[in-house]
Nanobody, 122 residues
Framework: QVQLVESGGGLVQAGGSLRLSCAASERTFSNYAMAWFRQAPGKEREFVAAITGSGITFYADSVKGRFTISRDNAKNTVSLQQNSLKPEDTAVYYC????????????????WGQGTQVTVSS
């Protein structure tokens, strides 16, 4: 079982920045693709960004150029740097892990964190 714990959410004004972090318990962390998803009230969970074990990254079009996903395999952590935040970025952000591939579909990820709230005020 992989345990994931997110941190770093909060309240920020539009145009501001936040950095989310996710700590994983798995010793073979580098074998896992990691991803961030988000879910706003009344909406489905949606893909934000993913990164392979070797550092190849993928982004949703809505965050490309504003968000950066990165990982530190020595510390078993994955981060999401969020810049130029918009009110529409408001959501609960979830970290997810897959030992197969960096999917864009949430149902393909067996391991999830508890989520961290990001609220962007206008």
């Amino acid at each position: 079982q992989v345990q994931l714990v997110e941190s770093g959410g909060g309240l920020v004004q539009a145009g501001g920045s936040l950095r989310l972090s996710c700590a994983a318990s798995e010793r073979t962390f580098s074998n896992y693709a990691m991803a961030w998803f988000r879910q706003a009230p009344g909406k489905e969970r949606e893909f934000v960004a993913a990164i392979t074990g070797s550092g190849i990254t993928f982004y949703a079009d809505s965050v490309k150029g504003r968000f950066t996903i990165s990982r530190d395999n020595a510390k078993n952590t994955v981060s999401l740097q969020q810049n130029s935040l918009k009110p529409e970025d408001t959501a609960v952000y979830y970290c997810a892990a897959s030992n197969i591939a960096p999917y864009r579909t949430p149902g393909r990820y067996p391991y999830w964190g508890q989520g961290t709230q990001v609220t962007v005020s206008s």
